[in-house]
């Protein structure tokens, strides 16, 4: 009897050894792209009268788009972040420096790769149009410009990825709404200039001039399209 149960509770103990279950394989990273791409960038605007009645300003158009390619480690703004003296400026003035300067210091400090820029737009039948460079080191994209006239309204996208299953997507278009840099307390189109100061953090406008019928109406979209190799 006693060797009986020798067997029996050895049998058991081996059971319980081969029924610990191995850990998991540790999850494979995403796969990306393996070479650099170009693409247009499109920024076209529907900020019009019709569409944002409330105050529409006479001589209203967009500063010039300034934006850049980088990495998960850089963004030109981001909302509850307060801006960095280049956005301020950008969304006050539409004065692309020193923000162009801010992207050129993130080029060198490895996390952007590229810096893309244009002129403004006036007429709304056109489009801003600029070029730029991606990589697998750097596959997203943010981009801004200067809501005009405003005290420190922009639009414009943050982080756009332009990689998708492992590869370069062809075509990716991006609603743009409007957004406070927090660097100006005016309420209005046209309010005098009324410095923040401490700065406060970037939102999304939210008041009646971008907000109809009790939804946020989006003022421009953003167009990349790929070039070919």
């Known amino acids: 009897m006693r060797a009986i149960t020798v067997l029996v509770l050895a049998a058991v103990a081996a059971c319980g050894k ?3 279950s ?6 494979a ?4 792209p393996t ?4 693409y247009t960038v499109i920024i076209k605007s529907t900020w019009t009268k019709t569409s944002h009645p409330f105050e529409y300003p006479s001589g209203a158009h967009f500063s010039g788009m300034i934006g850049a390619s980088h990495n998960a480690k850089y963004s030109i703004f981001a909302i509850g972040r307060r801006p960095t003296p280049g956005l301020e400026r950008l969304s006050e003035e539409g004065k692309h420096s020193p923000l162009d300067t801010e992207i050129r210091t993130a080029i060198d400090q490895g996390n952007a790769l590229t810096l893309f820029e244009s002129g403004g737009l006036k007429n709304w039948k056109d489009s801003m149009v600029a070029t730029l460079r991606v990589d697998p080191a750097h596959p997203l994209v943010s981009v801004v410009n200067m809501i005009a006239p405003s005290p420190d309204w922009f639009t414009g996208a943050s982080g756009v990825t332009l990689a998708e299953n492992g590869a370069w997507i062809t075509r990716r278009t991006v609603t743009l709404y409007a957004y406070d ?10 309010a005098r200039d009324k410095d923040t100061n401490p700065k406060k953090p970037t939102t999304r406008a939210a008041n009646r001039h971008f907000v109809i019928n009790g939804r946020v109406k989006p003022v421009a979209t953003v167009t990349f399209v790929r070039k070919a190799s």
Not at 22 to 27: C, D, L, S
Not at 35 to 38: L, V
Request: glycine content about 14%; overall charge negative.
């Open 181 to 190: 840099s927090g660097g100006d307390d005016g309420t209005t189109y046209n």
């Open 35 to 38: 070479s650099p791409a170009e």
């Open 29 to 32: 990273p995403p796969a990306v």
């Open 18 to 20: 081969g029924s610990k």
């Open 22 to 27: 191995a850990a998991p394989p540790p999850a």
